[in-house]
């Protein structure tokens, strides 16, 4: 088959699943509103979750670091891009979350690819929960090692899997919090499980950073658990972009040596580095935020209880409700989005066969207002 017939029938099969997915333009995209060709809509699809995108000190810092430094790094860290906000911002994180270092990355993705693109080799294996996020999953498929996984947040699937011998190093990997389902991780369970077995653990963390555990120190911190690898990412929380590794002063030489993820790739902005420096401030002052996020995800539970579809189990700000099938999905969200609500459907391959969804996600900024319009909006078209 030529590349020109893979492609047609690729995108004719994804049109007959009722799988196309589209960008839509946004001119006004604020953590609680969204405006899409002329139209303003309440926004439950944002994953800015204490609203700090949108925060004065936080894009002020983006100005800030702008004038200081330029708007690009202008080079790799490894050639003349590693800029003192850098040095600051990294010395900051690996402070505040108990780690001797912390390196900046370009994104979570990125972050992901390149911890299991260097550490797996042929001998060893990766054991990762069945529902971690496409970026490791992707990284440890194409990584040498053997992948395999374990039942979503069982520990005794994992434990089974560890069971088995191997000739060489186990790698773990988990995220905190789910980033479809809006469930967390048993971290204590599987950081024990992984200690006796003599692994070491990888937690991406990039839904739970800045919003869950004292001053939004993360998952981990709130289960008092310390991965030897843990990934933290600020495009949800810290309201910016990016993402760091938090890890030991040997791990982090290792990384600067031989990571072409690091060594490679134009630094990040200094400026986004200031801004995150304004943002970890906010997040770590952030309770009176994290407190309304919880009445919120409260309120929104309480009023949906009654709905048809599955509500998920979730006390995180992602609120999945489980439709069914994609047809059914993306017409709950057109209805929604008739009545001024901005909801995703989340579709195959993002989520497994007959589980598409309206991801909801609440946030800081959300007045009760907002939630009590999207709950009349769920309960008209339920019929209720």
């Known amino acids: 088959m030529s590349w020109q017939q893979r492609i047609t029938t690729a995108l004719e099969q994804r049109h007959a699943a009722d799988g196309w997915r589209q960008r839509h333009v946004t001119d006004e995209n604020h953590t609680r509103l969204l405006t899409v060709e002329g139209k303003r809509y309440r926004h439950f699809s944002s994953n800015d979750y204490l609203g700090l995108s949108q925060h004065p000190a936080v894009i002020a810092g983006w100005q800030r670091g702008a004038q200081q430094a330029g708007a690009g790094a202008g080079a790799s860290g490894h050639v003349t891009g590693f800029n003192r906000l850098h040095a600051d911002l990294e010395a900051q994180l690996a ?200 009445a919120n995800i409260q309120r929104f539970r309480a009023g949906a209880a009654s709905l048809p579809w599955q509500l998920m189990g979730s006390e995180s700000a992602i609120q999945p409700l489980i439709v069914g099938e994609n047809a059914q999905a993306m017409a709950l969200s057109r209805r929604l989005a008739e009545a001024g609500c901005w909801v995703s459907a989340i579709r195959p391959p993002t989520v497994p066969p007959g589980t598409a969804r309206l991801r909801i996600t609440l946030t800081a900024a959300h007045q009760p207002e907002d939630i009590d319009v999207l709950l009349e909006a769920l309960h008209d078209a339920a019929g209720q």
């Open 95 to 294: 402070d505040w979350l108990g780690y001797r270092r912390a390196l900046l990355f370009i994104s979570g993705f990125a972050a992901n690819q390149a911890v299991i693109h260097l550490l797996a080799e042929k001998t060893d294996r990766i054991l990762a929960d069945k529902l971690a996020h496409a970026s490791l999953l992707d990284a440890a498929s194409h990584s040498p090692a053997q992948l395999r996984r374990f039942s979503h947040n069982a520990a005794e699937s994992l434990a089974a899997r560890l069971a088995i011998p191997c000739e060489g190093e186990t790698l773990v990997v988990t995220e905190g919090i789910f980033s479809m389902d809006g469930d967390s991780a048993p971290l204590q369970a599987i950081a024990e499980q992984t200690r006796c077995a003599q692994g070491w653990l990888l937690v991406d963390d990039a839904h739970g950073i800045g919003v869950v555990g004292e001053q939004g120190r993360g998952s981990c911190w709130q289960q008092g658990v310390k991965p030897e690898l843990l990934i933290v990412t600020f495009g949800k929380g810290f309201g910016v972009s990016g993402a760091a590794l938090l890890c030991d002063e040997a791990t982090a030489d290792y990384f600067l040596q031989f990571s072409r993820h690091l060594i490679y790739s134009t630094a990040m902005p200094p400026a986004q580095a200031c801004a995150l420096q304004a943002a970890l401030a906010q997040v770590q002052q952030g309770d009176a935020l994290r407190q309304r996020l919880s």
